[in-house]
């Protein structure tokens, strides 16, 4: 089984910054493409960003320029810097990885649990 599990979140001012990672534990052969995704308050879920194992990085509007995604292979963990940000970020964000259990390489979608960020005065 494997888990992947969100830290990071907390409450910030606008135009201030957090880091969100997210770390896949248990039995993790290969990870491919992985995302952040965040739901705000009465809003559908989105995706924020996207990190293929072999590309570039992919953002949603709202965020670029100001979010980065990147990962650390050897830590099985993908992160997001969050900077200037804005009342309208406040979500809770969502981990989301293709992950590859099994030396047969076969890829399964997994999700963290959310973390909260909440951006305020």
């Known amino acids: 089984q494997v888990q992947l599990v969100e830290s990071g979140g907390g409450s910030v001012q606008p135009g201030g910054s957090l880091r969100l990672s997210c770390a896949a534990s248990g039995s993790v052969f290969s990870i491919y493409h992985m995302r952040w995704y965040r739901q705000g308050p009465v809003k559908q879920r989105e995706l924020v960003a996207v990190?293929?194992?072999?590309?570039?990085?992919m953002y949603a509007d709202s965020v670029k320029g100001r979010f980065t995604i990147s990962r650390d292979n050897t830590k099985n963990t993908v992160y997001l810097q969050m900077n200037s940000l804005k009342p309208d970020d406040t979500a809770v964000y969502y981990c989301?990885?293709?992950?590859?259990?099994?030396?047969?390489?076969?890829?399964?979608?997994?999700w963290g649990q959310g973390t909260q960020v909440t951006v305020s005065i």
């Open positions: 989301n990885a293709d992950v590859a259990p099994y030396s047969d390489y076969r890829g399964y979608e997994f």
């Open positions: 990190l293929p194992s072999d590309g570039s990085p």
